[in-house]
C-alpha cells in the first residue's frame, strides 16, 4: 500500500461529460502529481501541485483543469470528454519537490469514455 | 528527443535466472534522480528503487539492484533470481530539478517482463 488514496476506482461515463477525480495524497507529502496513461501514449505528466499552488504543466489539456486543497487532497476535473480520453489516471505524491525522492502512486481511476 | 529510452519492449525470462531490463536517459543536468517502478496487469504502480546522479554506489533493494553508469547515461534494473510476481511492466523514470519547483517525472515506454515457469 503506497498510502496514496485515489477515488473512484472506476469510471464510465458518456461523451460530453465531466467528471472529477479525487486524490488524497500521502501524510506528510506536499507534492501532488497527475498522470495519464493510455495505451498509445505511455505515462503522460499532467501537472503538479507543491503545498496548494500549482508548480508544474505538463501535457494537461485545456478541457482538463486541477486544483490541490488546504487539506492537500487533490482534484482533477476532465470536461467534454472524448473517446481518447479513456485512460487510466494516477496520482502521485512526494515529500517535497526536488530530484532525490521517489514519488508514490496511488491505484489510479480507469475512466472509459463511450 | 526521448528523454528516457526503454529498447526492450518485451523479455521472456525463466524462472530462478537473473534478467537485466536496459534504460538510458538524457539530461545536461547535473542533479536528477533515476527511478524504477513495476506495474503489474492489476495496474498499480508500485515503486522499486532509486539513484542519485551524485550517489557513488549502485542502489540496492532486496532482490533489485540498479546499474549506474553515470557515462553511458545508463541506470538499467537487475532482478536476482526471478519469481513468476515478477512478470509485470517495468519503467524507468527520471526526475530533474531544472528550475526551483518546476520539476517532473518522465518515464520511458517500459518493458513487458514475463517470467516462464
Known amino acids: 500500500d503506497s498510502g496514496v488514496t485515489q477515488t473512484p476506482k472506476h469510471l464510465i461515463t458518456a461523451t460530453g461529460q465531466r467528471v472529477t477525480l479525487r486524490c488524497s495524497p500521502r501524510?506528510?507529502?506536499?507534492?501532488v502529481y497527475w498522470y495519464q496513461q493510455s495505451l498509445d501514449q505511455g505515462l503522460q505528466f499532467l501537472i503538479q501541485?507543491?503545498?496548494?499552488?500549482?508548480?508544474a504543466k505538463g501535457n494537461i489539456l485545456e478541457r482538463f483543469s486541477a486544483q490541490q486543497f488546504p487539506d492537500l487532497h487533490s482534484e482533477l476535473n476532465l470536461s467534454s470528454l472524448e473517446l481518447g480520453d479513456s485512460a487510466l489516471y494516477f496520482c502521485?505524491?512526494?515529500?517535497?519537490?526536488?530530484?532525490?525522492?521517489?514519488?508514490?502512486f496511488g491505484n489510479g481511476t480507469r475512466l472509459t469514455v463511450t | 528527443a526521448q528523454k528516457i529510452t526503454q529498447t526492450q519492449p518485451g523479455m521472456f525470462v525463466q524462472e530462478k535466472e537473473a534478467v537485466t531490463l536496459d534504460c538510458t536517459y538524457d539530461?545536461?543536468?547535473?542533479?536528477?534522480?533515476l527511478f524504477w517502478y513495476k506495474q503489474p496487469s492489476s495496474g498499480e504502480m508500485i515503486f522499486l528503487i532509486y539513484q542519485g546522479s551524485y550517489d557513488q554506489q549502485n542502489a540496492t533493494e532486496g532482490r533489485y539492484s540498479l546499474n549506474f553508469q553515470k557515462a553511458r547515461k545508463s541506470a538499467n534494473l537487475v532482478i536476482s533470481a526471478s519469481q513468476l510476481g515478477d512478470s509485470a511492466m517495468y519503467f524507468c523514470?527520471?526526475?530533474?530539478?531544472?528550475?526551483?519547483?518546476?520539476?517532473?517525472?518522465?518515464f520511458g515506454t517500459g518493458t513487458r517482463l514475463t517470467i516462464i515457469p
Open positions: 539530461t545536461s543536468d547535473p542533479s536528477y534522480g
Open positions: 502521485a505524491s512526494g515529500e517535497r519537490t526536488g530530484y532525490n525522492s521517489p514519488l508514490h
Open positions: 501524510s506528510g507529502d506536499l507534492s
Open positions: 501541485y507543491y503545498n496548494g499552488e500549482e508548480r
Open positions: 523514470a527520471m526526475r530533474e530539478l531544472t528550475n526551483f519547483g518546476n520539476e517532473k517525472l518522465t
